[in-house]
Structure formats: C-alpha cells, structure tokens
C-alpha cells in the first residue's frame, strides 16, 4: 500500500505543477497515470510543438514544459505510479480513500486530485480484424522501455512527432525500422521528418509513404505485416517483423473514473469553482482539462491556477487542526523535503555610528 498526502490522478502539466502547490504547504503527493511517462500528451502526442500561453514563455515547446515542470518539482520527491490506470476508488470510515489501479496496486491517501486533462487516454487502433490477438504478442500501442525492442525488427505506423521520433530514436537500437504512413507529407515537426528522411537515404530506416498496414501475420507471436499502398499498381509489401507499433494518437475517455459516482456534465467532472474546485465527493477534488464550471477555459494556465486554490483546501482537509498562513514564495523562498532551499539572497545592513 503507498501511503501519502495527496493521490493525484493524472500526470500532466496540471498534475505536475499540483506537486509544487501541495510542496509549498509541506504535503506530499503520488501520481498515477496511464502513460508510461509524466507530461500527459504534451510528452506522448506533441512533445515537439510550441506553446504560446504559458505566463512568461513567449514560446515553449510542449516537452520542454514537462521538463521544466519535473526540475521543479524535483525537490518535493514526488512518487509515480506509470503505466497503470486509475480503477477503482473507496471511501474509508475515516473518510480517507483507497485508489487502485489496473495492476492492482493500492494508494491510500485523505485527498485524491482527479487531473487527468480530458481523461485517461487509449490508443487509437488500426481497423485491422486480428490485431486483438497479437496485442503484447507483437503489437504495441507505446514505447515504455526501448530496450525491449534492441536488436529486433520494428515497423512503426504513423505520420506524427510520436511515430516520427520513436522510429528515429530506435533506428539506432532495433536491426531494422520501418516507419509507415498512408501520406507523403507528415504532421509532425520539420527538423525530425528531415532527420527520418536523412535516416532513410542512409538504409537506417525504411520509408513506405501513401501505404498502411492492412494485414498481421504470425502463430503465437507477431511475424510479419502487409503493406498496401494507395495506388492499387503497387504491388503489396510482405515485412517480417518483431514488433508493430501503430502511432495514431490517443482517445480521452473518463473510463473507471466516469463510474465513481461523481457528478458528470458532456464527459466533464462539474466541480464547486466558487471555493475549491471540490466534486460533490468531499475530498475529491477535479482540476485540469478534466473539470466543468460556468465560464471555464481549457488551458494548462487555468489548471495551474486551479491547482493552486485546491491545494490550500486540501491542506485543510489533511490538517484540520492547523492554520497555513500563506506565503510568497519571494519572501519565504522554497524548502523541498530533499532540503534544498530556494531563496533570495539577504542583503547585510550595517549601521553607522
């Protein structure tokens, strides 16, 4: 069982900058996402693409952001459960909550976050009939330990910065890469379609443009895939394989979350904006993409605000005995519980006599 202060569902920019709020107040937190990494699609979908709107950052690329959100939060030792997803919630006779995961791993904590922006996100699938029996025999929908791939004859589906990057990044770790898309041109970013098209005039990558994976073959294990091109002239490339990964992006959808009673508006959580951004479960708290309220903006901004006005509540909650006076991170500096300490330096005043 892992024990903490604040379970936060969801490890996206909100959720991340959650922890610093929650650092600030001395409480800690666990974070559970589906993904296999934190930064939720600002890592998975777009890790490339510029932002405009974050306070300060004329321009920031949406992976740089994660980055920059896990060095901030560093000092407050957050703890991560990846790759699994949020199940099932239970009350306790405390009034405390039990959140267990796809895995069957148990967090226990008096405040649970629901960040996960629009959801729990699952992997688009190709509309190809057997691709159900190769899943985790063959067929991956993400990347959680390129490892697994070293040595092994990859082909990739996919047209964006996912595809893109990953068939560039295991180009130099499978025997074989071939990237596939149903397009000539590609979505994602310039420099990486020329570094993959570089790859490929150098045989590190095989390039099959206008095509798709339309067949998969094997006994127990993925062996090889059919690729079609659109023009019906071309004759259809028969590919042994190791692995298939199809890249085609992520679905939100609320999943388990959406049965845990909570009060549901057009696949949004409705939360009380007026005081704390509270469900109509005392305790659970809804911030983010994932969140509904009269006049509410979807921008990573208005989670970072949410996130901080929740955390001071939370504190509440967790502590109902003691009273937190804020204070400004210019006047107090920040103490993470690795103990650094983040402050301006003090100038000596001396007297003249």
Not at 146 to 155: L, M
Not at 310 to 318: N, P, R
Request: proline share 5%; with cysteine.
């Amino acid at each position: 069982m892992i024990k903490t202060d604040i379970i936060i569902i969801g490890a996206g920019p909100t959720g991340l900058f959650t922890v610093f709020e929650a650092g600030l107040l001395k409480l800690k937190c666990h974070l559970i996402d589906a993904l296999a990494q934190p930064g939720g699609q600002c890592s998975e979908i777009y890790p490339k693409k510029p932002i405009y709107d974050i306070p300060a950052y004329p321009e920031i690329l949406a992976g740089t952001l994660v980055d920059n959100l896990m060095e901030q939060i560093k000092p407050f030792e957050p703890g991560f459960t990846l790759g699994e997803r949020a199940e099932i919630l239970e009350k306790q006779d405390d009034g405390s909550f039990i959140v267990t995961t796809s895995q069957g791993t148990k967090h226990h904590a008096p405040v649970v976050v629901i960040a996960g922006g629009l959801g729990s996100f699952e992997p688009r699938k190709p509309l190809i009939a057997n691709i159900g029996l190769f899943e985790s025999k063959g067929v991956e929908y993400m990347v959680k330990d390129p490892e697994q791939f070293r040595d092994k004859k990859v082909v990739i589906s996919g047209g964006g910065d996912s595809a893109l990057d990953w068939a560039i990044f295991l180009a130099d770790v499978a025997s074989e890469v071939a990237l596939v898309h149903r397009r000539n041109e590609f979505r994602g970013a310039l420099d990486s379609v020329e570094k993959a098209r570089e790859l490929a005039k150098l045989g590190k990558i095989q390039l099959y443009t206008e095509a798709e994976v339309k067949e998969i073959h094997g006994k127990d294990e993925l062996q090889a895939v059919v690729i079609k091109y659109n023009d019906e002239n071309r004759e259809d490339a028969y590919v042994e394989t190791d692995f298939f990964i199809p890249l085609f992006g992520l679905s939100p959808k609320l999943g388990p979350i959406g049965d845990w009673g909570l009060e549901i508006e057009k696949n949004a959580i409705k939360v009380n904006n007026a005081k704390d951004y509270q469900t109509n479960i005392p305790g659970v708290f809804a911030i983010g993409d994932v969140n509904t309220y009269p006049g509410k903006l979807k921008l990573i901004l208005s989670g970072f605000h949410e996130a901080a006005v929740m955390c001071q509540f939370a504190y509440q909650i967790i502590n109902p005995d003691k009273r937190f006076v804020m204070k400004y991170t210019t006047v107090g500096g920040v103490q993470g519980f690795d103990g650094s300490k983040k402050e301006a330096k003090k100038e000596v005043v001396q007297s003249i006599n």
